[in-house]
């Protein structure tokens, strides 16, 4: 009783002072020594022998090819078949097996210019685009809109739009790596029919789809990859920060200008 008791006058004279301080007009909090928080703390002589390292944690599990599974094999069949872009929209359209589908309002499959030569793809239809049935039109879509243009890239012109999921994963969440691997299908068949030249992965779940790595996307953007579409067809893929987490980090966006200047160098037949 008495310990509780001390500790809660030690804790009102604390608060005490910290009002003191703020009323004083302090708004900041410094040693009197500066610290050097890039040593490395002394080991004491006594110091205890170095135990085994920690285990490394566990490697997210690799994305597969296909999902093993009837809508798996379906979704493949549908994909398969198709021959054009209005005959795999089609295909997805009649696709059932995936209850995203009852939860949407809308099958969002793409905008832009399917000759462009460039594709975009991102993860999954928010709120907007499923309202709409088309990609890329809500907050995010707008920036990402701003930033194109300011590489003299529209979408009236010069790409291609879609994502990896047709279909809006209720509240937004982010897509699991089963309904990832259960529209990979559709997605590669949609860059075989649309030929570009170049894509550009917008974000994480692009990134996981289609490099089918365990590196998240801020160590894979910036750089030039290899996206394996058919047997033999492999096509350079930039991959990039996604639109959403920048308006989310703000300070972000300078790397993601450079990954846009690095595209326009590419298109410019400069890299
Ligand atoms: N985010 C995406 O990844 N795609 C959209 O279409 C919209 C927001």
Do not use: C
Request: hydrophobic residues 45%; glycine residues 8%; charged residues 25%.
């Amino acid at each position: 009783m008495e310990a509780e008791t001390q500790a809660a006058e030690t804790r009102a004279a604390l608060v005490a002072a910290l009002r003191l301080q703020l009323d004083w007009g302090v708004d900041e909090a410094l040693e009197a020594e500066p610290l050097d928080r890039a040593r490395r703390p002394e080991v004491p002589a006594t110091a205890a022998p170095p135990t085994a390292p920690p285990p490394s944690p566990a490697q997210p599990a690799l994305l597969p090819a296909r999902l093993p599974t009837p809508a798996g094999t379906r979704a493949a069949e549908l994909a398969a078949g198709a021959t054009s872009l209005a005959g795999l929209r089609e295909a997805m359209a009649q696709f059932d097996g995936s209850p995203l589908r009852e939860t949407a309002m809308n099958l969002v499959f793409a905008d832009g210019v399917a000759e462009s030569g460039l594709m975009l793809i991102g993860e999954a239809p928010g709120a907007d685009e499923d309202r709409l049935g088309r990609p890329f039109v809500g907050v995010s879509g707008q920036l990402l809109d701003r930033m194109l243009a300011s590489v003299g890239l529209s979408r009236e012109r010069d790409f291609y739009i879609t994502n990896i999921l047709p279909f809006r994963p209720p509240g937004n969440r982010t897509p699991t790596d089963a309904e990832i691997a259960l529209f990979l299908p559709f997605i590669l068949r949609h860059i075989e029919l649309a030929r570009p030249r170049l894509l550009v992965l917008l974000g994480g779940v692009a990134g996981k789809a289609l490099l089918r790595s365990r590196e998240g996307i801020t160590r894979l953007r910036g750089r030039w990859h290899q996206v394996t579409v058919t047997d033999d067809q492999s096509l350079p893929a930039l991959a990039t920060l996604h639109p959403a987490y920048l308006l989310r980090t703000p300070s972000a966006k300078r790397e993601a200008w450079n990954d846009l200047l690095m595209l326009r160098r590419r298109i410019d037949g400069n890299e």
